[in-house]
């Protein structure tokens, strides 16, 4: 007599690692989208010194109308997902469907905000800010210092973010004078996928994938990068109509916008074309 054996699914799903949102820190979402798809932000120019007449009816020099400039800040990431669960699929396996929506987050929705907000930040940085460089252990804190040199010269303020890929990380450890002076706070507070801090920004390891092609590292100020996320929609049908079982469906609605007047306050090192 022929014996089947019984199957059954093990309790414990083979998840993915990933790390959850990383670029956070280093963006903003200081203007407001509600009831707007669009928001206009206004920059005033200044006008130059001129010296000081002690005669004549001109003596604060001739007055020059100040002018302004308007950015439009136009949302246009629309994005979605849709799955379903049938309902003897989720009883007789270990599929669950709040779970699998948690996964969805977490392994597509996540790391695709992420990967948008860096792009940005890389195209959009002022052209000056934007070096071509290989690392190695013996140049990678110069050339993190160069950065924030440019950055001190523009005048951004403190409060800065370093972000890098894994591959800049391995030298920033392997290098004599970053580990000199490196040292974190027992104390301090770390940032999601902070490893360490240099001349005090929080340093940011990021996966080459989310940080962009030939990327080494970015070190910006939150101020520049403006990241609404003006709808996060997700939820789960059990039995719709058409589906004996759960449907679930997800929207994101979201953008990132690097200001004008602070594109200066962003620096991205990157590896030479082809390297």
């Given at each position: 007599?022929?014996?089947?054996?019984?199957?059954?699914?093990?309790p414990?799903?083979?998840?993915?690692?990933?790390?959850?949102?990383?670029?956070?820190?280093?963006?903003?979402?200081?203007?407001?989208?509600?009831?707007a798809?669009?928001?206009?932000?206004?920059?005033?120019?200044?006008?130059?010194?001129?010296?000081?007449?002690?005669?004549?009816?001109?003596?604060?020099?001739?007055p020059?109308?100040?002018?302004?400039?308007?950015?439009?800040?136009?949302?246009?990431?629309?994005?979605?997902?849709?799955?379903t669960?049938?309902?003897?699929?989720?009883?007789?396996?270990?599929?669950?469907?709040?779970?699998?929506?948690?996964?969805?987050?977490r392994?597509?929705?996540?790391p695709?905000?992420?990967?948008?907000r860096?792009?940005?930040?890389?195209?959009?940085?002022?052209?000056?800010?934007?070096?071509?460089?290989?690392?190695?252990?013996?140049?990678?804190?110069?050339?993190?210092?160069?950065?924030?040199?440019?950055?001190?010269?523009?005048?951004?303020?403190?409060?800065?973010?370093?972000?890098?890929?894994?591959?800049?990380?391995?030298?920033l450890?392997?290098?004599?004078?970053?580990?000199?002076?490196?040292?974190?706070?027992?104390?301090?507070?770390?940032?999601?996928g902070q490893?360490?801090?240099?001349?005090?920004?929080?340093v940011?390891k990021?996966?080459?994938?989310?940080?962009?092609?030939?990327?080494?590292?970015?070190?910006?100020?939150?101020?520049a990068?403006?990241?609404?996320?003006?709808?996060?929609?997700?939820?789960l049908?059990?039995?719709?109509?058409?589906?004996?079982g759960?449907?679930?469906?997800?929207?994101?609605?979201?953008?990132?916008?690097?200001?004008?007047n602070?594109?200066?306050?962003?620096?991205?090192?990157?590896a030479?074309?082809?390297?």
């Amino acid at each position: 007599m022929a014996i089947t054996l019984t199957s059954k699914f093990s309790p414990l799903i083979d998840e993915k690692f990933k790390l959850g949102a990383l670029s956070t820190p280093g963006v903003n979402n200081d203007y407001e989208f509600v009831g707007a798809q669009t928001v206009k932000v206004t920059s005033v120019n200044t006008v130059a010194l001129t010296d000081y007449a002690r005669s004549g009816g001109s003596r604060f020099g001739t007055p020059t109308e100040l002018e302004n400039t308007i950015q439009e800040l136009t949302l246009s990431q629309d994005k979605a997902f849709s799955f379903t669960i049938d309902k003897m699929n989720e009883e007789e396996t270990e599929m669950k469907a709040a779970e699998a929506l948690a996964r969805q987050l977490r392994e597509v929705v996540i790391p695709h905000v992420d990967t948008y907000r860096f792009a940005q930040m890389v195209a959009k940085a002022d052209k000056k800010h934007v070096k071509e460089v290989e690392l190695t252990k013996d140049n990678v804190h110069e050339e993190i210092l160069t950065g924030t040199e440019a950055l001190d010269d523009e005048e951004v303020p403190d409060n800065r973010i370093i972000f890098a890929t894994p591959a800049g990380i391995k030298w920033l450890k392997l290098c004599d004078t970053f580990v000199k002076t490196s040292d974190m706070s027992k104390d301090a507070i770390l940032l999601k996928g902070q490893v360490a801090e240099l001349d005090g920004m929080p340093v940011i390891k990021v996966p080459t994938t989310r940080l962009g092609a030939n990327v080494n590292f970015i070190i910006t100020h939150r101020s520049a990068t403006v990241a609404p996320i003006k709808l996060e929609d997700y939820r789960l049908h059990v039995d719709p109509p058409g589906i004996s079982g759960t449907l679930a469906e997800g929207r994101i609605y979201f953008d990132a916008f690097i200001l004008n007047n602070k594109k200066k306050a962003i620096y991205v090192c990157k590896a030479p074309a082809g390297a």
